[in-house]
């Protein structure tokens, strides 16, 4: 008995040690996270606040670029924030319905005449489908 005192007095645990260790780990993981979630937040407005600058395409600030941004970050989100995105877009240059979907289309590189785009100038289109099922996005180039 006396020999697993002396023992336990010579190693004093390590537990604590390991624990410790561990949270800083954990605590500088935690940290990481916010900063990129955060840079990604940020990136997603600032593109978005551009596109909506540009109603029609006819400024020509809606770029490729932007598209792709939108288009990867929507391709990440479930339903209910895809909705949000799409709230956060602007009105679009474009709504039809076919069978029970609506189509709302934003045009990239758009010919303008006072303001208007013309309907076929377009280099581009962003769109966004919603039925009862699903919601996505997609583009199109001519």
Same mark, same amino acid.
């Given at each position: 008995?006396?020999?697993?005192?002396?023992?336990?007095?010579?190693?004093?645990?390590?537990?604590?040690?390991?624990?410790?260790?561990?949270?800083?780990?954990?605590?500088? !993981?935690?940290?990481?996270?916010?900063l990129? /979630?955060?840079?990604?937040?940020?990136?997603?407005?600032?593109?978005? *606040? =551009?596109? &909506?600058s540009?109603?029609?395409?006819?400024?020509? !600030?809606?770029?490729?670029?932007?598209?792709? /941004?939108?288009?990867?970050?929507?391709?990440?989100?479930?339903?209910? *924030? =895809?909705? &949000?995105?799409?709230?956060?877009?602007?009105?679009?240059?474009?709504?039809?319905?076919?069978?029970?979907?609506?189509r709302?289309?934003?045009?990239?590189?758009?010919k303008?005449?006072?303001?208007?785009?013309?309907?076929?100038?377009?280099?581009?289109?962003?769109?966004?489908?919603?039925?009862?099922?699903?919601?996505?996005?997609?583009?199109?180039?001519?």
């Amino acid at each position: 008995m006396a020999r697993l005192l002396e023992i336990r007095r010579n190693n004093p645990p390590t537990m604590k040690i390991v624990r410790k260790t561990h949270y800083k780990y954990l605590w500088v !993981i935690s940290v990481v996270i916010c900063l990129s /979630s955060c840079s990604r937040i940020f990136i997603e407005v600032n593109v978005i *606040n =551009k596109w &909506k600058s540009d109603p029609g395409g006819c400024k020509e !600030i809606r770029n490729w670029e932007q598209m792709q /941004s939108i288009l990867n970050y929507a391709n990440g989100l479930d339903r209910k *924030n =895809k909705l &949000k995105l799409y709230s956060k877009l602007g009105l679009p240059d474009k709504i039809t319905y076919h069978k029970g979907q609506k189509r709302s289309i934003y045009y990239l590189g758009c010919k303008c005449e006072n303001g208007i785009p013309i309907v076929g100038t377009q280099e581009g289109e962003l769109e966004f489908t919603q039925d009862s099922l699903r919601v996505y996005f997609s583009f199109e180039t001519y």
